[in-house]
């Protein structure tokens, strides 16, 4: 358990957990990401535990996470989520890494690689663009095709508002993303092997 009394912010930038990392009393890193976004990149020492499952076993989660918790995901927006369905399980001691991996990675933050999985920020433009490409070539034929173009220009516009994408949580079900995917035992047993 930790003894450190200090008092920080919900929100850290890099330099701060890294220095908190670096001192006695370091927080416990969960990353949220998918297993496929963990593979590929991921600091060292953090604990892969998805959204959809956290989300799913915050309470079971909260009995194994006495510890200050810095959380992590690939720009922040899914680990306020993960904050969020935490401190309504009960959790204290929150802690969200501003700007997630790529902020980490920017900083010049260790990191371990893995096998070149595609984060799903890129997977979205790759499907997304796609989808508007088709749309404006099937639009020379049937004029009518340009609404899907703008469907999916809306569907993003939409998710910058809100800062949620509703085609990256369906690209995150797809088999390669959800490869290795822990479960929740897998989960408890890593969080309890940490704290001994």
């Not at 309470?59 to 927006?77: K, N, T, Y």
């Not at 569907?155 to 508002?161: E, I, K, P, V």
């Amino acid at each position: 358990m930790t003894t450190d009394t200090t008092t920080r912010p919900a929100t850290l930038d890099t330099a701060q957990v890294r220095e908190w990392m670096a001192g006695p009393t370091a927080p416990r890193l969960i990353d949220v990401r998918t297993p496929g976004e963990f593979a590929d990149v991921h600091i060292p020492g953090s604990y892969n535990v998805p959204l959809d499952l956290l989300e799913e076993h915050r309470r079971e989660l909260a009995e194994h996470l006495d510890d200050d918790v810095v959380l992590v995901c690939r720009s922040g927006g899914r680990a306020c989520r993960a904050e969020g369905a935490l401190a309504s399980a009960g959790l204290p001691n929150l802690h969200v890494l501003d700007g997630g991996i790529t902020s980490w990675e920017n900083a010049g933050g260790d990191v371990v690689r893995g096998d070149g999985t595609w984060g799903l920020e890129r997977q979205v433009r790759l499907v997304a663009g796609s989808i508007v490409l088709a749309g404006i070539v099937a639009s020379t034929l049937v004029p009518q095709a340009k609404w899907i173009s703008a469907g999916i220009g809306a569907g993003l516009t939409g998710a910058a508002l809100t800062d949620t994408c509703a085609m990256g949580m369906l690209l995150s079900k797809l088999p390669h993303n959800r490869r290795d995917t822990p479960d929740p035992e897998t989960v408890f047993a890593q969080l309890r092997g940490a704290r001994n």
